[in-house]
């Protein structure tokens, strides 16, 4: 489908108002748009229109979703260090780095910290645990969503089931450094270390940046109603 057809067809679908969920749970409200799009499903993410990556949002939902992960060369620290300084325990005796950063240190003393080039894992002692330069995540956003057809849906209950009311899509593009930078500083984007300890080597899924869906368009620089 290209951007045309889609805003033919949006504009049918905004007329509708109202409409019941096709789908019980949280991927209704993009299911259920796939199906008035007519478009394939696809158990990933919706379907690219343009290569636009297509998200629905619940009007009312904030809800985190992974915008990419990052490590390539991030590390200061040999990650296996990390977790056997730094690390917990698990219920299963496992022992990882698996927390969601803040500017606040956590209970193992590490914290995020933001400058005007970088954001990195610290910890109270002083080490430096993973660094990322702004520049770098700023191309890795660009490269993973280029651009964003977000869809705004209201929402209600009638006799317990959910219904949508797709009112709003929006062309989202661009990105800068400054504008990540804040929005880390705000905790619109958090950071999610994933790893642990797997005997002679750290096993590690990839460090999460995620970010609020009702804040998405707060990361772009360019953004239009279609």
């Known amino acids: 489908m290209d951007i045309d057809t889609f805003k033919l067809k949006f504009e049918e679908i905004k007329a509708k ?15 259920t748009l796939e199906q008035l799009l007519e478009l394939n499903e696809n158990n990933i993410a919706l379907p690219d229109i343009d290569n636009i990556e297509l998200k629905a949002h619940r009007a009312n939902s904030n809800s985190l979703i992974t915008l990419f992960t990052f490590n390539h060369k991030a590390w200061q620290m040999k990650p ?9 325990f698990d219920k299963n005796g496992r022992q990882g780095l698996y ?23 610290r910890h109270i ?9 702004l520049k770098n995540l700023t191309e890795r956003f660009i490269q993973k969503i280029p651009a964003l057809l977000f869809v ?8 317990g089931k959910e ?14 450094p400054e504008l990540l930078a804040n929005q880390f500083m705000e905790e619109h984007i958090v950071v999610d270390l994933r790893l642990h300890d797997k005997g ?17 368009p707060a990361l772009f620089s360019e953004i239009k109603d279609i």
């Open 99 to 121: 927390y969601t950063m803040s500017q606040r240190p956590n209970s193992a003393g590490l914290f995020l910290h933001i400058d005007n080039t970088s954001i990195a894992v």
């Open 152 to 159: 705004n849906a209201l929402t209600e209950e009638r006799d």
């Open 200 to 216: 002679s080597m750290a096993r590690n899924h990839g460090t999460g940046f995620r970010a609020y869906e009702a804040n998405l």
């Open 163 to 176: 219904y949508f009311h797709y009112n709003r899509a929006q062309i989202m593009r661009g990105t800068s």
């Open 80 to 88: 296996l260090d990390a977790i056997r300084k730094y690390g917990s």
């Open 17 to 31: 108002g109202f409409v019941r969920s096709l789908r019980n749970g949280p991927t209704g409200v993009g299911h």
């Open 125 to 133: 002692d002083g080490n430096i645990i993973v660094c990322w330069s």
